[in-house]
Structure formats: C-alpha cells, structure tokens
C-alpha cells in the first residue's frame, strides 16, 4: 500500500489489519481488512488495491460459509487438471469471461457450482495421485501435534485412518486437492482407506522424507483436525456420527465430493 497522510494533519498513517464484520447477501461474515490508520486521531482509509482485495476476501468467506467452491479451489483444481481457463469454459459452455470472474471475486450460481465440480473433481482420489510417503507424512505431523505414536507395530489404521480421512476432505474441501490421494471406503469401523491391508506395511516402510512438503494450509488443517480430537476414541466416534459414512454403502467408495456435508469439524 502507498503511503497516507492524516487529512487533519496528523503526519503519515499506519497500515494496520483487522478482522471486520459484513453483511454479504444476507450472511454474516468477518474478513481481513488493511487500511491506513491515524494513531492520534484514529481516522482510516484504504487505497484502491486494498478495496479490491477485500471484495475478493468477502467472496471467498461467502463461498467458504455456503459451501460453494472458491475462487482459489477453482483455480487449483482446474490447474490440477491442467486445464486452461479457455478449456474449462469451453467443456461448461460458458464464456472464459465467467471463469476469470469466479476464480477471483464473482460468486458463482449454485447452479453453475455444479456444473464446476463436475468438470473439475476427481471424486475419487480427490484430485491428487496416490502417494504413501505423503500418506506417512501426514500421520507424523499428526504424531506431532497430538504427542503420541500412531503407527505401531501392529496398528491396523483403526484410528489413524479416520485422522487421515477428516485431513483429506477438509483439504480437498479448502484447497481444491487431498493431501495424500488416498482413496476411502466405508466399513463397518467407519471411513477407512481402501484396500488398506495391502497397504499398511508399505505405508510403515516408505520414506516420508521423499513426499512433497506439506504447505503451510495443509499443516494448518492437520494442526485443527489434531486440536478438535485429542483422543483416538473422539476422532472414531466423531466419523462414526458422520452422515456421510451412515449414507454410503458398506464396501463401497466414500466420495471427496462429500466433503461439504460433514458435520463433525
């Protein structure tokens, strides 16, 4: 931000952030906002720039509180897909125009937000290749936050599985991807990663150190998923009151586009 002065006299102003309270369609929202604030007489302002930026933060918690995908999950995924904005309009049949709006401030219809998830989800995989190092990575920096061991000897992924799921969906959820490409199945002792016995071992075998670093968002979630569910028995219980694991067949896929109805975290 270029600098300001105080209009009564005061001298240069300075930047300061704060959380502020907006009304956006009728939802109530608190986002960042950075002005130029007088110290003497507490008078602010912000630039052009800054009131453009805060347009988009508004979009983004609007989307983010109504469930609807973000400008920054649309951006991601579409670049997973290795899609262009002029290819992904064309497969929406929409203007290339529509998507630069979406991907920045502009609040798409709950009807075009479908249409967005269907050319652009994997439901699977939740739009990132299967890597167990990445899997073995996430499981120690939940190791970390929460103080214990979660890969033991003979651990059956009976906890460490739900952890990974709640990761995985909120990733998928907030960041247009999963973190471990892991895919899920839903089994009598709730959300468990599919054809996890062949996988276990080679899990506890693989280098961590060879997976993509985690990004400071992903180790966000971790962190918050760790701080809601301390305990092993509340992360298994809080996936076991998941409508989303009730609804789905025994044996069948837990789809990543379920990510927007959990109700647990």
């Known amino acids: 931000m270029s ?6 006299g005061h001298g240069p102003m300075v930047v300061q952030k704060t959380l502020k309270p907006v009304t956006f369609r009728d939802v109530a929202l608190e986002v960042p906002v950075t002005e130029h604030v007088c110290r003497e007489c507490g008078f602010s302002a912000s630039d052009v720039t800054s009131a453009a930026a805060v347009q988009q933060e508004i979009a983004e918690a609007y989307r983010q509180r109504t469930g609807l995908l973000t400008g920054g999950a649309i951006r991601t995924m579409r670049r997973a897909k290795r899609m262009t904005q ?14 630069k709006r979406w991907e920045k401030a502009n609040v798409q219809s709950e009807s075009m ?8 989800m994997d439901a699977y995989n939740g739009n990132r290749p299967l890597s167990l ?3 073995k990575l996430v499981i120690r920096f939940f190791e970390e936050y929460l ?6 000897k003979t651990d059956k992924f009976l906890f460490v599985a739900k ?12 960041l247009g991807q999963s ?6 199945a839903a089994i009598t002792y709730g959300p468990q990663l599919n054809n996890y016995r062949d996988l276990i071992d080679d899990i506890k075998q693989c280098d961590e150190f060879s997976a993509e670093s985690l990004s400071e968002e992903e180790v966000d979630i971790i962190q918050m998923i760790a701080n809601r569910f301390p305990e092993d028995q509340m992360v298994y219980d809080a996936a076991h009151r998941e409508q989303v694991w009730r609804e789905t067949p025994t044996g069948r896929m837990i789809f ?5 109805e959990l109700t647990e975290i």
């Open 256 to 260: 990543y586009t379920k990510a927007w």
């Open 3 to 8: 600098e300001k002065l105080c209009p009564s």
């Open 133 to 135: 190092p990445r899997v």
């Open 147 to 152: 103080n214990r061991r979660l890969l033991k």
């Open 179 to 184: 973190m471990t490409g892991a895919t899920y």
């Open 113 to 120: 937000d479908k249409l967005l998830r269907t050319c652009l």
């Open 86 to 99: 002029a290819s992904l309009a064309e497969k929406m049949g929409v203007g290339i125009a529509s998507i």
């Open 163 to 174: 952890y990974l799921w709640y990761a995985d969906m909120l990733a998928f959820k907030k």
